[in-house]
Every structure is written in structure tokens, then in C-alpha cells.
Antibody, heavy 117, light 110 residues
């Protein structure tokens, strides 16, 4: 079964750091670009970051540039999002997603990140 | 990158057809074929229903169809069913190699 499973979410204080992981299974992970998309409570979807299949290219939304870092370990079939200098406005469910034909065809179940003192 | 503009809500009776619009710019919707649509039920992850403007993934009902004209893309749901009640989001590739989502549309089946 093709599957993405996020982990690492939780409660963090403003200014703190957190690392999300996304474990992929059921497909050739190293062949696909991967994405992080977030959704604040009661709000819409927001693109966060993308990484190419090899990991050589990365792009970020302006809202997280310089604070978040996307990476991947193709030997472990795992995608990461290192989040730093967290703000209350970063509080969201974070989804990892597989890229295909310019869309996101497989999504994880999401990991909740709560930023609060 | 500003969010693509969608109507906040659209409603229809069972069996009817509805259309959701998604308006962007020449730097996103108007400039690329990589426009996709997602269905999201409450508390669930989004599900891809249309990719590359008008293509349906395997397993998605043919009641879902997509199109694009200029800077505006559209999703049409024909033969509306109760299970179609959900939030719908469009997405587009952008000129700065990122993606942008629409503001979202709540579909209500009357």
C-alpha cells in the first residue's frame, strides 16, 4: 500500500524548534519530488516547501523561508521538515505529500504543531 | 504569492451540476498546465480529484471534470451526490517554482 506517515508534531514554545518526519512506503520514494503543505485550524491549505527527488533542489514559501529546512534521506525513505524560530502563526496541521504530474497525489494523515507558551 | 480566488461556498441539489472557479494570474494558473483540485472532508487529508487541469486520477468518479480559460480554472461536479459535500481547493504551479492554493470552497448538497 502506498502510504505516507508523519510524526514529530507536538507543543512547542514561540521561538522554539521542531522536526517533522514523513515515512514513505509502497513506492519508489527516490523517484518523486516531495512536499510539505500546512493547514491552520479552520483555514485553507498553504504550500510550505518542496524538495526534488534527489534532494538537490528546494523551494520555500516566503512565510517560512530562512526558518524552515526541508530535507530527505532516500536510503531511509523519509522526508523531513526542520522548523525553527516558530511563531504562533505556524500552528497548523502539517501534511507531507507526494508530487506527481504537477499535483499532490498521495497525502499523509497530518501532524499537528501547536505553538504556544 | 497571493492565494488563488475561489468562491467561499457553492450549493446544489442532488443530481444537479455545480462549478467552482479558481482565479489566479499569468504567473500561476494562466501560465501552466499544472492546475489541480482537491477534495477535503472534515478532519481528513485532502484527496486529489483533478490534475493537469482536466485529468482524473484512477478511482475518481467521472462526475468530476476540470477546465481552464486564461487565468481561471474550473471544477465541475455533475450529478451531485451527498458524499460530494466537502471543501474543495485548487492549486497551481507558479513562476517562482512553488505552488499556491486557492482560498477554498465549501460545497453543500441541499
Amino acid at each position: 500500500e502506498v502510504q505516507l506517515v508523519e510524526s514529530g508534531g507536538g507543543l512547542v514554545q514561540p521561538g522554539g524548534s521542531l522536526r517533522l518526519s514523513c515515512a514513505a512506503s509502497g513506492f519508489s520514494f527516490s523517484n518523486y519530488a516531495m512536499y510539505w503543505v500546512r493547514q491552520a485550524p479552520g483555514k485553507g491549505l498553504e504550500f510550505v516547501s518542496t524538495i526534488s527527488s534527489s534532494g538537490g533542489s528546494t523551494y520555500y514559501a516566503n512565510s517560512v523561508k530562512g526558518r524552515f529546512t526541508i530535507s530527505r534521506d532516500n536510503s531511509k525513505n523519509t522526508l523531513y521538515l526542520q522548523m525553527g524560530s516558530l511563531r504562533t502563526e505556524d500552528m497548523s496541521v502539517y501534511y507531507c505529500a507526494r508530487g506527481s504530474h504537477g499535483g499532490f497525489d498521495i497525502w499523509g494523515q497530518g501532524a499537528m504543531v501547536t505553538v504556544s507558551s | 504569492q497571493s492565494a488563488l480566488t475561489q468562491p467561499a461556498s457553492v450549493s446544489g441539489s442532488p443530481g444537479q451540476s455545480i462549478t467552482i472557479s479558481c482565479t489566479g494570474t499569468s504567473s500561476d494558473v494562466g501560465g501552466y498546465v499544472y492546475v489541480s483540485w482537491y477534495q477535503q472532508h472534515p478532519g481528513k487529508a485532502p484527496k486529489l480529484v483533478i490534475y493537469e487541469v482536466s485529468n482524473r486520477p484512477s478511482g475518481v468518479s467521472d462526475r468530476f471534470s476540470g477546465s481552464k480559460s486564461g487565468n481561471t480554472a474550473s471544477l465541475t461536479i455533475s450529478g451531485l451526490q451527498a458524499e460530494d459535500e466537502a471543501d474543495y481547493y485548487c492549486s497551481s504551479y507558479t513562476s517562482i517554482s512553488t505552488y499556491v492554493f486557492g482560498t477554498g470552497t465549501k460545497v453543500t448538497v441541499l
